[in-house]
């Protein structure tokens, strides 16, 4: 049977014509689907149950769910979500005074294998399909009300996956999101993370998106780069600055760097001049420098505070707008480069993706 959210409004309205029943009833359909976010048929109250029936013969509504919640001390909470066919991703919501902020993944899994990222040691079993997409970030602004009575303010797709190797179904599902018939957010409000598809940051351009895009960037030379991020052999520094420049050029959105700290790897002075002379060839607003998380799979960790502090106060010395951001729901591995594949049974009360 065929998916109702992946069937055209046009589609919809065809069928119904030759089940003879009136064109509005396929407004009413896509307003319980996007407005509404049932998860069956049989939740749309105002068809009839014959109306129901003959739409259950033919389409499915395949849903996203939360398996389980972890919280955190500091307020994040995150969450397993279960898709359709057993799978599992994680999403996590992340509350401050000024924000509240989904981050959310794109992949079941990943293919790009960063040795720092929990998720990289992870095989990328599928993408997932933008209504998944659009499903998780409903159920974390469904979250965000019921625990803090606020709307999403911001969504992040810096969770499982690479979302320009998911690029259609990530476009799409933010399209849906921003829909006034949708979320309604603004795109202003969404950032999309890359590890370096240089092809595809340049595709962004050509289709003049209105979202922020981030650059996990993480090292600021080819070799260590390469060390830590197997992408770099096929998408370099070089071709990565003229993409960016590329999307700059394209959009004028914003672009930020993002260069997480290992201790005696990157963060030297030396690792902090090389850092200012990407930045000096890239139009970036922000440098955000992130703290290490520690996972099992990986020997890196976070270097002292001191060495930070002599890292970051080189950068503003050289008038490069960075900013330290401090890791949140680290006591539940929902933190940066922490969702992974372990079998919850595994950590009892923890929400792990597999």
Not at 93 to 99: D, F, S
Not at 149 to 174: C, D, Q, T, W
Not at 258 to 281: G, H, T
Not at 335 to 340: E, H, I, T, V
Request: include cysteine; charge should be neutral; proline fraction near 3%.
């Amino acid at each position: 049977m065929k998916n109702l959210r992946h069937t055209p409004l046009a589609e919809i309205e065809e069928t119904l014509k030759e089940w003879g029943e009136p064109k509005f009833r396929a407004a009413q359909i896509h307003d319980w689907i996007w407005k509404k976010h049932v998860s069956s048929i049989d939740e749309m109250s105002n068809l009839s149950k014959a109306l129901r029936e003959k739409l259950q013969s033919a389409f499915v509504i395949p849903k996203v769910t939360i398996d389980h919640s972890q919280f955190s001390n500091d307020g994040t909470i995150k969450s397993r979500l279960k898709l359709h066919d057993e799978r599992f991703i994680e999403g996590v919501l992340i509350p401050t005074e000024k924000r509240i902020t989904a981050c959310v993944s794109s992949q079941v899994g990943c293919s790009l294998s960063c040795k720092f990222c929990a998720t990289g040691y992870l095989k990328r079993m599928r993408n997932l399909e933008f209504d998944e997409i659009v499903d998780e970030v409903t159920l974390i602004n469904q979250q965000a009300e019921k625990h803090f009575n606020r709307h999403l303010s911001n969504i992040v797709f810096m969770g499982m996956g690479e979302p320009l190797l998911n690029y259609k179904n990530v476009l799409k599902a933010i399209e849906r999101i921003t829909s006034p018939d949708g979320l309604g957010m603004s795109p202003r409000r969404i950032t999309v993370s890359t590890a370096g598809v240089s092809k595809m940051i340049k595709q962004l351009g050509d289709d003049g998106v209105k979202f922020k895009l981030a650059l996990s960037l993480h090292a600021a030379n080819d070799k260590k780069r390469n060390e830590i991020m197997p992408i770099n052999e096929s998408n370099d520094l070089k071709t990565l600055i003229e993409s960016l420049n590329y999307f700059y050029q394209k959009t004028g959105n914003e672009i930020t760097l993002e260069y997480i700290l290992f201790k005696d790897f990157n963060d030297s002075i030396q690792d902090a001049d090389e850092l200012v002379k990407v930045y000096r060839q890239i139009p970036a607003d922000l440098v955000n420098i992130i703290e290490y998380n520690a996972i099992d799979e990986a020997d890196f960790s976070k270097p002292d505070e001191s060495v930070t502090d002599k890292f970051m106060g080189y950068l503003a010395s050289k008038r490069v707008n960075a900013r330290l951001r401090r890791s949140r729901g680290k006591d539940i591995d929902a933190a940066c480069g922490q969702l992974a594949n372990i079998d919850r049974n595994e950590l009892p009360g923890a929400i792990i993706a597999q």
